[in-house]
């Protein structure tokens, strides 16, 4: 069988190495009587690779070519990676992405697309990395009611986090080591804003409840805000910090999704998380907690998984894999504002009076640091949604809010 690879960027070069270094393995699982890769799409020639000669520019090769039955998306971005997998489905060829900006925008349509031809569409290495979780979620738990699932979705902000829990480093000074290290990108935007953790809680969100949700559908905020002061009153208290994607199902059948950084029990699996690992928690009404770790980015890890989904392919070629989910639907998701949670929070007040009554009103466990500034006090509530505690501080004049936070119960 024959296969194609659009985007010889990092995932795509490690699609080829993985191919190409365990390839007896590969073709013997895939129940093909050969594997290779014919064609590697993009724009930019690669003299020096050992793949040079599969290096093609023109996407229309790949369409037209009948000998491909399976088409790898490793380019990333919106445009023209949908264009071009519309194209391929369309044209009867399975596909295989690494493209969580693609999945969380276009999943629904393309999953359709793909049921309507026949293909599959899959997209394991989207989510986590080379962590095994869409198949699981699909498979292995498909017995269950996914109640919730929450996962450390972004290795970048997770390093960023452990820095300042270990290391006492200023979130400045963290983000600088990643980008030194060729964890962030030159530009951080999408993950310290939280950006790729909601992408990748959105496909999640989607295959566990059954509706395509998008990323504009969910509250998103990321860590540029959270102060390394944040960090110690939680440590203090007993608790780890970590940038969480969320989707947890309430009120009977409704849907309250969020991605912030967020207090972890300190002996919870989540909170021992760190550097660049990612997990993900699902919730089943019969499995109880699962907690899926590893890898969540880099070249071989990525590949791994998407090497995994072009073997699923090559074996399913006629027959389609039951990965599916429903158009999204007005009301499903509901305003995470309103749903009550624990609440770490932190700010100032004007005189030891504002103080007491703060505590007589909100505070079930205050939480202390050395040092901590002036008037400053930092306190846990009891449950309470967002805007009920927005409403409670502002009717107390003396307090200024610096931080707000949910408090998990993993
Ligand atoms: N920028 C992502 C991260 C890469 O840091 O997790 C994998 O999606």
Redesign the pocket.
Known sequence: MNIAIMGFGVVGSGVAELMTKNHAGITEKSMQPSMEIKYILDLRDFPDSPFCDKIIHDFSTILEDDSIAVVVETMGGLHPAYEFVSDLLQAGKSVVTSN?ELVAAKGYELLTLAQEKNVNFLFEASVG?GIPIIRPITQCLAANEIDEIAGI???????ILTKMITENMEMGEALAMAQHLG???KDPT??VDGI?ACR?ICILASLCFGKHIYPDQVRTEGIRDVQLRDVSYAANGGYGMKLLGVARRVEGNKLCIFVAPCLVQGHSQLASVDD?F?AILVRGDAIGDVVFYGR??GKLP?ASAVVADVIDCAKHIAKRKLLDWGAPEDGFVIDCAEVPYPFFVRGVCDCEKTAETVRGALAKQELHIENAPEGEIAFLTGEISENALRAALAEIPGFSTGSMMRVTAY
């Open positions: 969580k990395g979705l972004n290795g970048t902000t997770n390093f964890y962030a990108e999408a993950d790729d990748k660049v990612n969540g980015a990525t």
